[in-house]
């Protein structure tokens, strides 16, 4: 069992930049591929990124690819994501999750674990 808090959120203007950070419990932080995902208001959940194991490996939603970054710190039991260049359409709240699947997966039910999740606000 892993437990993830985000943190890092915040309101930025537009063309800004922010970086969100999860850390997790446990000291088996290493064996899980980590993801992130946002929900905007009366939208579902959607995946952003996600990294692997050893942080060696990304993946990307395309309405980010290039503008976000998602990356890891094994020694610090944390997962990041920097978000730069943002749009009022980034305005969601952002969760970390975690998998022990091999893989990143692009659906939530690929998850095990959730964050409580932090809020993102991008003015025009």
């Known amino acids: 069992q892993v437990q993830l808090v985000e943190s890092g959120g915040g309101l930025v203007q537009a063309g800004g930049s922010l970086r969100l950070s999860c850390a997790a419990s446990?000291?088996?932080?290493?064996?899980?591929?980590m993801g992130w995902f946002r929900q905007a208001p009366g939208k579902e959940r959607e995946f952003v990124a996600g990294?692997?194991?050893?942080?060696?490996?990304?993946t990307y939603a395309d309405s980010v690819k290039g503008r976000f970054t998602i990356s890891r710190d094994n020694a610090k039991n944390t997962v990041y994501l920097q978000m730069n260049s943002l749009k009022p359409e980034d305005t969601a709240v952002y969760y970390c999750a975690a998998t022990m699947l091999r893989s990143s997966s692009r659906y939530e039910s690929g998850y095990d674990f959730w964050g409580q999740g932090a809020q993102v606000t991008v003015s025009s």
């Open positions: 446990g000291r088996t932080f290493s064996t899980y591929v």
């Open positions: 990294i692997s194991r050893s942080g060696g490996s990304t």
